[in-house]
């Protein structure tokens, strides 16, 4: 199995900035994409951004220029770095890995963390 762990929440004021970790452990062979995605209430969970393997990045475009996504593959992390943040932006994010766990059929799956609170307050 595959566990996320997340850190790096908090409450800050609109404007300022944050980071969150995830970091992957278990059974691990490959792991491929890595991402967050983020739920505000009443809303449906969205992508903020996500890594390939290679490094290639992909943003979702309300956060294009004020977020940036990393990953070290050594610790098996990801990383976002949020910057000028909004009120808009308050919602629990969540890091989702694509994993391989076993070279054999089925072997593959995506797992997700737990969840970490951002709150921006105006």
């Known amino acids: 199995q595959v566990q996320l762990v997340e850190s790096g929440g908090g409450l800050v004021q609109s404007g300022g900035s944050l980071r969150l970790s995830c970091a992957a452990s278990?059974?691990?062979?490959?792991?491929?994409?890595m991402g967050w995605y983020r739920q505000a209430p009443g809303k449906q969970r969205e992508l903020v951004a996500d890594?390939?393997?290679?490094?290639?990045?992909n943003y979702s475009d309300f956060v294009k220029g004020r977020f940036t996504i990393s990953r070290d593959n050594a610790k098996n992390t990801v990383y976002l770095q949020m910057n000028s943040l909004k009120p808009e932006d308050t919602a629990v994010y969540y890091c989702l890995a694509d994993v391989r766990t076993s070279i054999l059929p089925g072997g593959r799956s995506r797992y997700w963390g737990q969840g970490t609170q951002v709150t921006v307050s105006s």
């Open positions: 278990g059974s691990i062979l490959i792991i491929y994409a």
């Open positions: 890594i390939t393997s290679g490094g290639s990045t």
